[in-house]
């Protein structure tokens, strides 16, 4: 018996309608939700990224600014025009794309963006209410897991979820957003001595190591949801997630595929942050 497959695309699709409907009715009230995304440096792969955020933003009718800065761009100026945005009505939402030149300190400009504008989810005060279980903007990826696990019908609720990874940006923060849905979790990493067997005990796995095709059919326990955040380059060019996709098609119950699982839920739940963001400096509840 062949997986469900949880197709992101669709998913994406569904939340960008949603999302469409709040920002008409906030523009209705004469509020646009504004993003800032902000650029350091020629990496091709942040500039797909950053145009691919800024289309998105024009479909949803929200007000976008795009700041491209060179490379040689100093750290005093990357801060000095954050502080520039945070203080900006129009702007919302405030995004940095990451990685950062060597010379600039992304702790540092992390840290200076406005909480209520950090629609990355990154700041550490973000970090900390996620932690405590206090609204915050919760970071895109993990948030876009656990949409993609909720609206294929799979409750979350008293599921054991295993998480193999242990980043900030993924593999921590998925972990707390499982657990705040009442899962039992585990995270699992590279110093995990019997990580197979922990894996098979999962009915939820998701696997963020960015390791090509390293999580095959023997780590999954029958009809486990298999979530994949990984996304590799393989040397024919071809792309392929941290999970072995034929080998555990027939294993898991449901699984996404790389690409076109997880990939387009980022952008999607950037931009629901960013509506949140816009409604809650707004007075508006959410």
């Known amino acids: 018996m062949s997986a469900q497959i949880i197709e992101g695309k669709k998913i994406s699709d569904m939340i960008r309608e949603e999302i469409k409907a709040e920002t008409a009715e906030l523009l209705a009230k004469g509020i646009v939700p504004g993003l800032a995304v902000v650029l350091v440096g020629d990496d ?43 203080n900006q009505d129009t702007i919302n939402g405030i995004l940095v794309q990451l990685p950062l030149p060597k010379h600039i300190n992304e702790k540092a400009v992390i840290d200076a963006i406005r909480v209520e504008k950090d629609v990355d989810g990154f700041h550490p005060q973000s970090v900390g209410n996620l932690s405590i279980g206090d609204d915050s903007l919760l970071p895109c990826t993990p948030a876009g897991v656990i ?17 193999i990874g ?13 657990l705040r849905e009442n ?18 005990q999962a009915d939820i796995l998701v696997v963020a190591i960015g ?3 390293a999580i095959g059919r023997s780590y999954v326990k029958p ?16 792309l392929c997630g941290d999970v072995d996709y034929e080998d555990c098609l027939d294993a898991a119950g449901y699984i996404t595929p790389v690409p076109g699982g997880v990939g387009p839920m980022t952008i999607t739940m950037l931009m629901k942050n ?13």
């Not at 950053?50 to 600014?65: I, M, N, T």
């Not at 949409?147 to 998480?163: F, H, M, P, Q, T």
């Not at 009809?223 to 040397?235: H, T």
């Open 147 to 163: 949409e993609l696990i909720k609206r294929s019908g799979v409750d979350i609720a008293g599921k054991n979820a295993v998480v």
């Open 44 to 86: 091709p792969a942040s500039k797909v990224y950053v145009g691919s955020k800024e289309k998105a933003c024009v479909q949803l009718g929200f007000y976008s600014e795009v700041h491209r800065l060179a490379e040689h761009t100093t750290e005093q100026e990357l801060l000095a025009l954050i502080d520039k945005l945070n």
């Open 166 to 178: 242990r980043s900030n940006i993924v593999g921590k923060p998925v972990a707390m957003l499982l």
């Open 274 to 286: 960013t509506i949140t963001a816009a409604k809650r400096a707004n007075g508006i509840g959410v």
């Open 211 to 213: 390791k090509p095709k």
């Open 183 to 200: 899962a039992t979790v585990t995270i699992a990493h590279s110093r995990t001595a019997n990580m197979e067997e922990l894996a098979r």
């Open 223 to 238: 009809g486990a949801v298999v979530i994949d955040v990984g996304i590799n380059r393989l040397p024919d060019g071809k």
